[in-house]
């Protein structure tokens, strides 16, 4: 185990002292008391417990899903973006963006316009072409924006309090790297250029979210799977990094919800719930979903807050839903 693996492994970032470390967590608890999401976290979800649980739709190799604030729901997967549409008879049908298909994965959306990942040049797995969809029109169709370069594996993507996206660049990248992407604030279709905000040696990055003062992402590396913050500087630039929770299992993406990270065990076939201290909020069991890749919590009008959709992907598919057994 190299030296920052095993200082890692031991909870002792470098540069930080127990006092430091408090500070931060008190930073980062801080930062999201002051971006509410009315969801509130924990409302209900059934992650252990008596559940009930279903597949709403079956689409191929789901990577990510996204709510808008209104509440449309936005997938990706091994060919094609989509939206889901709900049937008004209790069903599911969901209607593709892209034309002409191909992969997508991470996806992130401002008000009027959906950003997504999506096939590049380099073959089934490089989603590196930046997508835009204008949310306001009657059909609305991906087109692409911008070329993302030097990128091995484009996978999660977010959007920072500066306006830039954020993209992860693993995890089986050969350059592993979060890079950032700067958005000209008076044309949200226009990406002034590339910078590449933080580099990995022997780790790679999966999910991302990004707040005021931290980027979060899980890492994989040596048989160890991490849940990292990396502190945000008042600049913009990557400060230290923290390990929240470590598990040794390949982790995928993550979302956050009010003060807690919701993330997918994909080798373990889980969900799990983390405070921004690295407290295990809650669990479900082992194999209870099939390499899931994705998990947010419901916005209405389609879905309630308690109510959990996850996406599958590889030897599962499709989208499921996770909540409350009926009483
Ligand atoms: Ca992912």
């Known amino acids: 185990m190299w030296p920052t693996a095993a200082r890692r492994a031991a909870g002792v ?24 999401d009315e969801r509130a976290a924990a409302a209900g979800w059934c992650l252990d417990g008596d559940c009930a649980q279903r597949q709403l739709i079956d689409l191929p190799q789901l990577e990510n899903l996204h709510f808008t604030p209104e509440g449309r729901l936005f997938l990706t997967g091994q060919e094609n973006l989509y939206e889901l549409l709900e049937d008004g008879a209790g069903g599911y049908s969901a209607r593709t963006l892209l034309p002409g298909g191909g992969g997508c994965s991470g996806l992130v959306s401002v008000p009027g316009t959906l950003y997504a990942l999506c096939a590049g040049p380099g073959g089934p797995t490089d989603f590196s072409t930046l997508q835009a969809v204008d949310l306001n029109a009657a059909e609305p169709v991906a087109e692409p924006i911008f070329a993302l370069s030097g990128m091995t594996l484009p996978n999660g993507m977010d959007i920072g ?25 008076q044309d949200p ?22 707040t005021q003062d931290a980027l979060y992402t899980t890492l994989y590396g040596l048989g160890l799977g991490t849940v990292v913050a990396i502190a945000r500087e008042a600049d913009g630039s990557a400060g230290e990094t923290t390990v929240l929770l470590q598990r040794g299992r390949i982790l995928d993406d993550l979302n956050l919800v009010g003060d807690t990270l919701l993330v997918t065990d994909w080798q373990d076939g889980r969900l799990f719930a983390l405070g921004l201290d690295g407290t295990l909020r809650g669990e479900s069991p082992l194999g209870s979903f099939t390499q899931p890749s994705s998990v947010e919590a419901g916005r209405p009008p389609l879905f309630r807050p308690d109510q959990l959709l996850v996406t599958e992907r590889y030897l599962g598919s499709g989208l499921w839903l996770r909540e409350p057994a009926a009483p």
């Open 161 to 185: 309090p500066d306006g830039a996206l954020y993209v992860t660049d693993g995890p089986v990248s050969v350059k592993p790297k979060i890079v950032r992407l700067a958005v000209d604030p």
């Open 13 to 36: 970032p470098h540069g930080f002292r127990r006092a430091g470390l408090l500070a931060l967590f008190a930073l980062l608890a801080g930062c999201e008391a002051s971006q509410p």
């Open 189 to 210: 279709r226009n990406i002034l250029e590339q910078t590449t905000w933080i580099r990995f040696t022997g780790e790679w990055p999966n999910g991302l979210v990004v």
